[in-house]
């Protein structure tokens, strides 16, 4: 049986995948990142656990990161196990992969819950430049994303 897939991190990357995910998953293993509750966000609700080193408004150091880790490391074990990774390969310039990223992730945010809650505020985009031309996308994907429109505006 299919499940609907719930998006929670947009991002875009010039870079090789393998190297970009290495980074990610360095910053999330140690603790770094906002950690939720594991069962929880496995059914699409987000349950602060841990606000990392990221979070505007309780933000952490890598100390307390590094000291909270025994705590966390169950969690940050099981988190791990429910992300998916959806890729979408992209023949384009920065620029261009930057206005779709940042239109996908505008388009997730004006969903209604548990879409738009689930995204991760604070992160920071690259929408379309008034100067510049609007692009129509189409949005294909071999799952189903829950709130991913047929096409996009960027």
């Given at each position: 049986m299919a499940h609907d897939h719930l998006v929670y991190y947009v991002g875009e990357?010039?870079?090789a995948f393998r190297v970009?995910?290495?980074?990610?998953?360095?910053?999330?293993?140690?603790?770094?990142?906002?950690?939720?509750?594991?069962?929880?966000?496995?059914?699409g609700e987000k349950i602060s656990l841990w606000p990392g080193r990221y979070?505007?408004?309780?933000?952490?150091?890598?100390?307390?990161?590094?000291?909270?880790?025994p705590h966390l490391c169950?969690?940050?074990?099981?988190?791990t196990g429910i992300y998916r990774f959806l890729l979408a390969p992209l023949e384009c310039d920065a620029r261009l992969r930057r206005r779709i990223e940042a239109a996908?992730?505008?388009?997730?945010?004006?969903?209604?819950?548990?879409?738009?809650?689930?995204?991760e505020p604070g992160?920071?985009?690259?929408?379309?430049?008034?100067?510049?031309?609007?692009?129509?996308?189409d949005v294909e994907s071999?799952?189903?994303?829950?709130?991913?429109p047929n096409s996009l505006v960027v």
């Open positions: 990357t010039g870079r970009r995910l290495l980074e990610h998953y360095k910053e999330h293993a140690s603790g770094m990142y906002h950690l939720y509750d594991p069962e929880r966000f496995a059914k979070d505007v408004g309780e933000r952490k150091t890598a100390l307390e990161c590094i000291v909270a880790y169950r969690a940050i074990t099981e988190l996908i992730a505008a388009e997730l945010m004006c969903q209604s819950d548990p879409m738009g809650s689930f995204q992160v920071r985009y690259h929408p379309r430049r008034g100067s510049e031309s609007s692009l129509h996308i071999a799952v189903p994303i829950l709130g991913m």
